[in-house]
């Protein structure tokens, strides 16, 4: 089990450097006792699920500087929702956001929460106006504490893209569009198009291939060690979210509450820490941020990458 303290203190002189390790969201109680502490929650003697939904953002910005907001995904971020994120933390916090995927989905997924749109083609898909006014607009007021913005496209099938180079040449006429002065990067589900093409599109537009762990991609080891995968010269992402080959839903059942680490995955961790390394050597601005799901407690999962960079670089 990690030392919050001595947890705080590295992550504080991480991101001195630039390096903002974080995790992807932070409402779980099972964090209760190792990164929150139930004092702050207790309303007329019980613990107040409502009050920790509220409020402990501000707890978790004592330890980090960084947090990936999934939230984002689903809708678009309204201002005053930005507001209350951003006057609970720091100055020095950067949130890492997750694009809303009215522009990143191709085609709605059949789930309820789609309504009428379930399994019908998406008419914003990549719309660089529609992100510009709905998503960039809301966060300018903000712009100093926002880090990333991650376009997280989920696995597209034939039906989607016959070739992967029909949705790079889409992907370039999209970043091609978009305001500059931010940090982007691009994530994806489809371990085909890790192609020159891809990394070339990316580089050119200085947006970043965000290094992914996740059920059918490739390790993010192999990911970093492929040619022209750096594409920014100046920042870097990751998201350690899956251990490849394992469904989301398995990790959920596996993991819940995300209390401890009930399955190590050492070559994701190293993989994270020759990340922060690299971020070291090259001096630039590093994103990374680790999910529950990933081994079964984020926290614990960052703790060792900061110790086995730290190690590496004695």
């Not at 504080?12 to 903002?20: E, F, N, P, R, Y």
Request: with cysteine.
């Amino acid at each position: 089990m990690f030392d919050r303290g001595q947890l705080q203190e590295s992550v504080s002189a991480l991101a001195a450097q630039g390096i903002l390790l974080g995790t992807s969201s932070w409402k779980y109680p099972g964090w209760r006792g190792q990164l929150y502490t139930d004092d702050r929650y207790v309303y007329r003697g019980r613990f107040a699920e409502s009050r920790f939904d509220r409020d402990c953002l501000t707890e978790y910005a004592e330890v980090f500087k960084s947090v990936c907001v999934d939230a984002a995904y689903y809708t678009f971020p309204r201002a005053t929702y930005l507001e209350q994120l951003v006057s609970q933390v720091p100055q020095d916090f950067r949130f890492t956001f997750k694009v809303t995927d009215r522009i990143t989905l191709k085609r709605y997924p059949n789930l309820a929460r789609f309504g009428s749109r379930a399994g019908q083609a998406n008419p914003d898909f990549l719309n660089a106006d529609l992100f510009s006014s709905e998503f960039l607009a809301p966060c300018e007021p903000h712009r100093a504490n926002v880090g990333l913005l991650i376009f997280e496209f989920s696995k597209f099938y034939a039906v989607d893209f016959a070739r992967g180079r029909d949705f790079v040449d889409q992907l370039d006429a999209f970043l091609g569009h978009l305001p500059n002065g931010w940090h982007y990067g691009v994530e994806i589900r489809n371990r085909t198009f890790l192609q020159p093409e891809y990394f070339g599109v990316l580089a050119r537009r200085r947006v970043a291939h965000v290094f992914n762990s996740w059920q059918e991609m490739p390790p993010i080891g192999e990911q970093m060690a492929l040619p022209g995968s750096r594409t920014t010269p100046n920042f870097l992402g990751a998201r350690l979210l899956l251990r490849p080959g394992r469904k989301y839903e398995e990790a959920v059942k596996l993991f819940s509450p995300y209390d401890q680490v009930k399955d190590p995955y050492p070559e994701g961790r190293e993989a994270g820490a020759a990340l922060v390394r690299e971020a070291k050597n090259g001096g630039g601005k590093a994103y990374i941020h680790v999910n529950n799901r990933f081994e079964g407690n984020a926290l614990s999962t960052i703790a060792d990458i900061i110790e086995r960079a730290r190690r590496e670089a004695v």
